[in-house]
């Protein structure tokens, strides 16, 4: 654990929360997911000078150097050391999928063979990609299809700053810059619970918001969560990214059925948490998600419980039509009733856009993320040298 989070040790985590393996005796280290730190470290224990470093991690994040031969200010025998040492291997894309609308979804594939998904979204004014912090997800939402799959591990800092730069990579858009970007916001919404991986997601982050690097603003990056309650403090005191809440439920009695970690972190104690956020102001106002399913979450009842429920918090309501999976237990809003509840939220000062949906058609629309990644048994676990226990 870094410094930075030193003093939130002894914060509970979520059961069974198995990482990747560590490197096989004689395997070359990865460099991409290492702190500015670590990467000092690594350089100068292979004898090269410490200025290589910022060089080094230049042709990384803000060039996005795939070999070490490119690195045309290193001179070639320093280039040569660094290959015999170290690596820059991105994921893999297994699968790459286009939508109609310009959404296009990669599945990834990591060096253990697990495997997760992102989606880039492409709008007029913004390029968005949704990244995931998980293999799978523990918190078995039930309108959600990622909730279906058992978690099967955390993702490596190394594997969600991987997300981002394979974007790049197929956007074309290095080296790095300031405006005009087509990917120009990150949200934390694929598959997962952030929160339950906070220390590789927040090492990720900073990489991503180093101006030397890839240089994305905190006020362009959103974490998702479903209400893991003792960490959102520490994500705004620490990164001070926006907030979004996973809400879709304004009682605690749905709410425990729909989004089960409702059951540990009651209403109440999310609705504090929100109040009591770090960034939180009526310029970073927090985004209240609530996925719209026909007859359970939709009257206008639960519009007005909804405005009191966020009562006196900078926010505003994402309403998302239900996007329906296979076998799935629930129906989408009719057009209309959604409607009708945005025109509530709103009459009461509230803004309440209708997300479009967006890549339904490839699977990729909001909830509809998954793998074929399947968590292992212990005692295969135990037998394989590829994946840590």
Known sequence: MDTASSSWQGIEKTPEQPDAAPLAAGEKRPLIGLSREELAEALQGIGLEKFRTKQVWQWIYHRGATHFSEMSNIARPAQQKL?????????????????????????????????????????????????????????????????????????????????????????????????????????????????????????????????????????????????????????????????AISLHAVTDELRDVIVPINRKYPLAELMDACRNYPTLSNARRITFEYVMLKGINDSDADARALIQLIKGIPAKVNLIPFNPWPNSPYERSSNNRIRAFADIIYAAGYSSPIRATRGDDIMAACGQLKSDSERQSKSRLKKSPDVAV
């Open 83 to 243: 290959a015999e040492h170290f690596t820059l291997t991105r994921a893999g894309v297994t699968r790459e999928h286009l939508s109609v609308d310009g959404t296009r979804k990669w599945l990834l594939t990591f060096g253990d063979g697990n495997q997760a998904e992102s989606v880039f979204i492409p709008e007029e004014d913004r390029g968005t990609l949704c990244i995931s912090s998980q293999v799978g997800c523990t918190l078995s939402c039930t309108f959600c299809h990622t909730g279906t799959q058992r978690l099967v591990r955390n993702l490596t800092a190394a594997e969600i700053v991987g997300q981002v730069m394979v974007a790049r990579d197929a956007l074309g858009e290095w080296p790095s810059a300031k405006d005009g970007r087509l990917l120009s916001n990150i949200v934390l919404m694929g598959m997962g619970e952030p929160l339950y991986n906070y220390d590789n997601v927040a090492k990720a982050m900073r990489i991503v918001m180093d101006e030397e690097g890839i240089s994305l603003s905190k006020r362009r990056i959103t974490l998702s969560t479903s209400g893991v309650v003792p960490m959102i403090r520490r994500c705004g005191d620490e990164l001070g990214l926006n907030l």
